[in-house]
């Protein structure tokens, strides 16, 4: 039997906007259906941080030779670290029909819609610069400098919204599922995807 | 200030299929935000129609008039009645930044898309033929010959799908509502209606 091939849905948007949050929400939903991609990264887990269920946690040594082998969908160098997501898992599910959902970083999305242009590239966005700054101080992570510099490539980011399908706002993290789960149940009744399917019927019936 | 243009959604599919059951139970919901656009129609009114509710009934004289004097969106003779959609309210209503809904038969649906091609085309799908018949048959107002036909131009307007955004099926009617929603909510994210706001974000603060 055909199987329908999966969706790709791309999350991203700038550091501190809240990804990881809103990923973790979805996924804790019954029934979510979604196959997650964990990344892969040379960045140092923060507290609570799992290896092989947040990220994996890469030497820089491994990661450089999975990009020389390319195993890897995208990658990027971003505030000093790699992060990339391994393209084996991504490419079987998808043929499964599964829907694969990616939380990456704006340089990475990039790169996979280049070679996927067919996903579904969504924008997690700040309600305004202001909360996002307070986020990321908030975070307790980050030195000044760190914020400053975060502040400045998420504005860039923020330029960058074009290349995507859709811009969700995070004003809170319930409404921001919310519109992700209604942006992939709209992507499966898009008519390209399944009008095939109808015309068959017409044949057998 | 500038309202944000509300979107146009237009719901269409065979006749039988559900298309009025589907508008009631959206129509129905708390807190919709949907705005009806009632059609008007020569066929005469079934048992519980209400005129100005359900339908604007009117007879031949006063619809051609209409015709003949631009007030109509789209309009379509069908199994020998007419059917239209008068133009005013709905333009009113999308300048003010509300989402109109238009439930109207497959013939229209193609009229209103060469005027409004940025509205939101979505067809109503029988799970399958025998089950289109059947809910035509059950439905108890139609001789077989009226069956036989509309199960025809079914079938020729099935063929017609490639001009719509979107298939929901009608498999249950709660299941049809809840995709239509989710597609309401998922245009309302597309970063080509709303990259803008996000921009001129960056230039305030």
């Known amino acids: 039997m055909n199987v329908e091939r999966g969706l790709l849905i791309v999350l991203s948007g700038p550091s501190g906007v809240g990804k990881g949050t809103v990923r973790k929400a979805l996924f804790s939903e019954e029934n979510n259906n979604l196959y997650y991609s964990i990344s892969a990264t040379t960045r140092k887990p923060r507290e609570g941080e799992v290896d092989g269920i947040d990220y994996l946690f890469k030497e820089r040594e491994d990661f450089e030779n999975m990009i020389e082998n390319n195993k ?17 898992y991504v490419e079987k599910c998808l043929s499964e029909g599964k ?11 990039l790169q996979v819609k280049k070679a996927f242009s067919e996903g579904l590239f969504i924008f997690l ?13 908030n975070r307790g992570t980050e030195t000044e400098d760190l914020i400053n510099n975060r502040m400045r490539v998420a504005k860039e980011e923020i330029e960058l919204m074009d290349a995507y399908d859709y811009v969700v706002e995070n004003d ?11 942006i992939i149940t709209a992507e499966h009744c898009r008519r390209d995807r399944i009008s095939a399917r109808y015309k068959k019927m017409l044949e057998v019936e």
């Open 125 to 137: 966005a700040p309600p305004s610069l202001s909360e996002l700054k307070s986020r990321i101080v």
């Open 72 to 88: 890897l969908l995208e990658w990027a160098e971003y505030v000093g670290n790699y992060y990339g997501t391994p393209v084996d």
């Open 99 to 109: 829907d694969v959902f990616l939380e990456i970083e704006v340089q990475g999305a």
């Open 172 to 182: 809170k993290v319930e409404n921001a599922c919310s519109r992700i789960r209604s």
